[in-house]
Nanobody, 126 residues
Framework: QVQLVESGGGLVQAGGSLRLSCAASGRTFSSSILAWFRQTPGKERGFVAGANVRGAALYGADSMKGRFSLSRDNAKNTVDLQMGSLKPEDTAVYYC???????????????????WGQGTQVTVSS
């Protein structure tokens, strides 16, 4: 079992930055893929970034890769998402997710993830 708790969301002006944190616990943590998704009302969750246990990261889009940075610390059982140059379109609920069935290459599909945090709201004002 994996438990995930997100924090760090809030209101920020366009061009600003936020750092989202996900605290993970459970016996399968070290073998799981950890990822961040985001969702706006009425839309499906979209993949932001994911990392394997070695910290190798996959980003959802080039625009995200240039502005967002994922870091995984297995010793601390955390995975953080550093977001910079934020835009109004980044406004969403951000979720931390864990995939216990894969070890190497993160999946970008929501249905491949077994565990989810409660989400944290990020609002970017124009």
């Amino acid at each position: 079992q994996v438990q995930l708790v997100e924090s760090g969301g809030g209101l920020v002006q366009a061009g600003g930055s936020l750092r989202l944190s996900c605290a993970a616990s459970g016996r399968t943590f070290s073998s799981s893929i950890l990822a961040w998704f985001r969702q706006t009302p009425g839309k499906e969750r979209g993949f932001v970034a994911g990392a394997n246990v070695r910290g190798a990261a996959l980003y959802g889009a080039d625009s995200m890769k240039g502005r967002f940075s994922l870091s995984r610390d297995n010793a601390k059982n955390t995975v953080d998402l550093q977001m910079g140059s934020l835009k109004p379109e980044d406004t969403a609920v951000y979720y931390c997710a864990a995939d216990s069935s894969r070890k190497f290459v993160p999946s970008s599909f929501e249905h491949d993830y077994d565990y989810w945090g409660q989400g944290t709201q990020v609002t970017v004002s124009s």
